[in-house]
């Protein structure tokens, strides 16, 4: 699943690349990297990419919790994950990153859905089995910063730093 934020150009200014995790129990999905655009940052994209994600987990996949992992240095991820969105530190994994740095192990809960959007969310699951990717624009994002020059987020990330 990816879930990207654009601008009034249309260019991408932030994503999010979610996975679920195959045959796992209890359903759950995984965030595997998110990254905002440096100009458009602290304007809530990522939060509003992360619960897209979720909802999108939740509601088509009937997934019970997410989980992701994160730099132990990273402080402006870290703050969103347990301050804005309401993850937990499950552990410290040592040396996960291949310079060597440890990662948090981290995962939130998702609310019990009500018994007819259970319903929904097991036939979604069977109707979308073999999606592999959905795209998906965020909308209703604020974004009238200026439009920066370059259009990929990642490209001028270092991929270690936005792998989640
Ligand atoms: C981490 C990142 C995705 C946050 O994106 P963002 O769009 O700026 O985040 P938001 O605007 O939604 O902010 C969410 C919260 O984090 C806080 N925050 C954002 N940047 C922060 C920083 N540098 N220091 C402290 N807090 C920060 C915001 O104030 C907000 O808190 P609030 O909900 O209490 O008001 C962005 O900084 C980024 O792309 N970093 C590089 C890639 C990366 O580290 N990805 C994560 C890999 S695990």
Known sequence: MIH????????????????????????????????????????????QLMRQAHARMQESFGAEYCSLHVRYTNVAAIHLYTQTLGYKVMDVEKGYYADGEDAYSMRVDFEKP?????????????????????????????????APEAAAPAAEEDPATATA
């Open 4 to 47: 990207v934020a654009e601008n009034h150009k249309g260019q991408i200014v932030g994503y999010v690349l979610a996975k679920m995790e195959e045959d796992a129990t209890p359903a759950h999905g995984h965030i595997t990297s998110l990254a905002v655009l440096r100009t458009h940052r602290k304007c809530g994209i990522a939060t």
């Open 114 to 146: 009500k018994p007819e959007t259970k319903k929904k969310a097991s036939k979604a699951v069977k109707a979308q089995a073999n999606v592999a990717e959905v795209t998906e624009a965020v909308k209703n994002v604020d974004l009238n910063a200026a």
